[in-house]
């Protein structure tokens, strides 16, 4: 066994900061309270109901993870966030129409006292949004300092011990890097100067890494995933992790493209659609968040299939991925894959799925992890890019000498070894050999 990680105890509340407090937030949060009160299951989150394996199998030692790891008990999480609309989280959670009433019903006095603060928010970001309960200031860094000043309000308000931050919002307009991202003294005199490639997320970002507050990114913006936030995170000793929620179509995906990679198959085009009715449809029906939408989406495939190394199976298949606006959907989203694929001999086959998935009942399990484990890893003294949270993202960051990792179970193993070297565990390769001997 390997020198188990100091690791400070949960002591006291963990707060949980939500940009963007609509759909996917306030199912989270109700789910959370429905949880406490007994009213429902955690299913999905692998914080509170998945299990880790340590050393060999006939040890038979295997305890849920929330009792291998000391993590936040979910009596614990006091919440608060921002958003564009001055209604109470009650009020959102009934227009998103995500939880049936009755449910929503039993949390309403937990959901109407949350209310969110004005948001930092520019149209130009988000072109099919207007905000109406938006901040003021004279340039980004006031920004800035204004949600720094709500974070110790709220840590004041609530004596909360740790703080977590989870962007909720969103997707914002394709930024590519530039110079003012390069560097944290570049990007503060960006804020400064209200420069055009610092976007709202952005603010969150560093207003977040500035207050100590670790900081993970569930849409597909650029936001914490530059060398300038990167480089403000280490600084301060924080962990980061992002981007874009692996929900619907994608986790589709990290799950059936590595299944046949690893049997050989060829894959001559995978077409991708989806048709969703809620905010975030109508926010991608603009091109450009489509655009932000869409890199997230198609840089899977050519990462788990590596085309390079199989070029005989996967060179130059063709990858298309298209979103709909339909407003009567609302948050059930329906994902439609035509897999064109190929086998012995180069005889071809399809596959088809039609996946009629709720977008916020899958994304809630994860934002709950993201908290957990991005506090863990705060009082584990990780800091910087969490890799070992692929598992969560469409668009994993990762180090900038090395490729990401979309292999759902690739993921996984990542994370779980990630979990076994903090307690001093032997990490599971799998191999076999002892049994050998």
């Given at each position: 066994?390997?020198?188990?990680?100091?690791?400070?105890?949960?002591?006291?509340?963990?707060?949980?900061?939500?940009?963007?407090?609509?759909?996917?937030?306030?199912?989270?949060?109700?789910?959370?309270?429905?949880?406490?009160?007994?009213?429902?299951?955690?299913?999905?989150?692998?914080?509170?109901?998945?299990?880790?394996?340590?050393?060999?199998?006939?040890?038979?030692?295997?305890?849920?993870?929330?009792?291998?790891?000391?993590?936040?008990?979910?009596?614990?999480?006091?919440?608060?966030?921002?958003?564009?609309?001055?209604?109470?989280?009650?009020?959102?959670?009934?227009?998103?129409?995500?939880?049936?009433?009755?449910?929503?019903?039993?949390?309403?006095?937990?959901?109407?006292?949350?209310?969110?603060?004005?948001?930092?928010?520019?149209?130009?970001?988000?072109?099919?949004?207007?905000?109406?309960?938006?901040?003021?200031?004279?340039?980004?860094?006031?920004?800035?300092?204004?949600?720094?000043?709500?974070?110790?309000?709220?840590r004041a308000r609530t004596g909360v011990s740790r703080t977590v931050m989870?962007?909720?919002?969103?997707?914002?307009?394709?930024?590519?890097?530039?110079?003012?991202?390069?560097?944290?003294?570049?990007?503060?005199?960006?804020?400064?100067?209200?420069?055009?490639?610092?976007?709202?997320?952005m603010i969150y970002a560093y207003a977040a890494l500035k207050s100590g507050?670790?900081?993970?990114?569930?849409?597909?913006?650029?936001?914490?995933?530059?060398?300038?936030?990167?480089?403000?995170?280490?600084?301060?000793?924080?962990?980061?992790?992002?981007?874009?929620?692996?929900?619907?179509?994608?986790?589709?995906?990290?799950?059936?493209?590595?299944?046949?990679?690893?049997?050989?198959?060829?894959?001559?085009?995978?077409?991708?659609?989806?048709?969703?009715?809620?905010?975030?449809?109508?926010?991608?029906?603009?091109?450009?968040?489509?655009?932000?939408?869409?890199?997230?989406?198609?840089?899977?495939?050519?990462?788990?299939?590596?085309?390079?190394?199989?070029?005989?199976?996967?060179?130059?298949?063709?990858?298309?991925?298209?979103?709909?606006?339909?407003?009567?959907?609302?948050?059930?989203?329906?994902?439609?894959?035509?897999?064109?694929?190929?086998?012995?001999?180069?005889?071809?086959?399809?596959?088809?799925?039609?996946?009629?998935?709720?977008?916020?009942?899958?994304?809630?399990?994860?934002?709950?992890?993201?908290?957990?484990?991005?506090?863990?890893?705060?009082?584990?003294?990780?800091?910087?890019?969490?890799?070992?949270?692929?598992?969560?993202?469409?668009?994993?960051?990762?180090?900038?000498?090395?490729?990401?990792?979309?292999?759902?179970?690739?993921?996984?193993?990542?994370?779980?070894?990630?979990?076994?070297?903090?307690?001093?565990?032997?990490?599971?390769?799998?191999?076999?050999?002892?049994?050998?001997?």
């Amino acid at each position: 066994m390997s020198k188990e990680v100091l690791i400070q105890e949960p002591k006291g509340k963990l707060g949980v900061l939500l940009p963007g407090m609509g759909a996917v937030a306030t199912t989270f949060m109700a789910g959370v309270e429905a949880v406490r009160r007994g009213l429902g299951q955690p299913i999905g989150s692998l914080t509170q109901m998945g299990t880790i394996r340590l050393g060999k199998r006939t040890e038979k030692r295997v305890p849920t993870i929330r009792q291998f790891v000391p993590l936040a008990p979910l009596d614990d999480l006091v919440f608060a966030g921002w958003d564009i609309r001055d209604e109470n989280c009650y009020q959102t959670a009934l227009q998103g129409g995500v939880l049936e009433g009755r449910l929503l019903e039993q949390v309403r006095d937990f959901l109407e006292g949350v209310r969110p603060m004005p948001a930092v928010f520019d149209q130009h970001y988000v072109r099919r949004l207007e905000g109406t309960h938006v901040k003021k200031g004279q340039n980004k860094l006031e920004l800035a300092q204004r949600l720094q000043e709500d974070i110790e309000n709220f840590r004041a308000r609530t004596g909360v011990s740790r703080t977590v931050m989870v962007w909720c919002g969103s997707t914002e307009i394709f930024l590519k890097p530039q110079d003012v991202h390069q560097s944290l003294e570049n990007f503060e005199c960006g804020l400064k100067e209200n420069h055009p490639a610092i976007a709202p997320s952005m603010i969150y970002a560093y207003a977040a890494l500035k207050s100590g507050v670790p900081f993970a990114n569930g849409a597909p913006n650029l936001t914490v995933d530059i060398p300038a936030l990167v480089e403000l995170a280490k600084q301060n000793s924080l962990p980061i992790a992002g981007k874009d929620f692996k929900t619907g179509q994608t986790l589709m995906k990290t799950i059936i493209a590595p299944g046949l990679k690893a049997r050989l198959i060829g894959l001559s085009g995978w077409f991708s659609t989806n048709i969703l009715g809620n905010r975030d449809g109508e926010v991608l029906d603009d091109p450009e968040s489509f655009r932000t939408k869409e890199e997230s989406k198609l840089s899977v495939l050519e990462h788990i299939l590596q085309p390079s190394l199989y070029p005989d199976l996967y060179k130059g298949f063709h990858h298309q991925v298209r979103i709909n606006y339909y407003p009567p959907r609302g948050d059930n989203k329906e994902g439609w894959d035509n897999i064109d694929i190929f086998g012995w001999l180069g005889y071809p086959m399809q596959i088809k799925i039609d996946f009629l998935c709720r977008d916020s009942i899958l994304a809630a399990p994860i934002v709950l992890d993201l908290v957990l484990f991005l506090d863990l890893a705060q009082r584990a003294g990780m800091r910087g890019i969490q890799e070992w949270l692929s598992f969560y993202f469409k668009s994993p960051m990762c180090a900038p000498t090395v490729y990401p990792e979309h292999d759902l179970f690739i993921q996984l193993m990542k994370l779980k070894n990630t979990l076994r070297y903090l307690r001093g565990e032997e990490l599971i390769t799998h191999l076999g050999l002892e049994y050998y001997d």
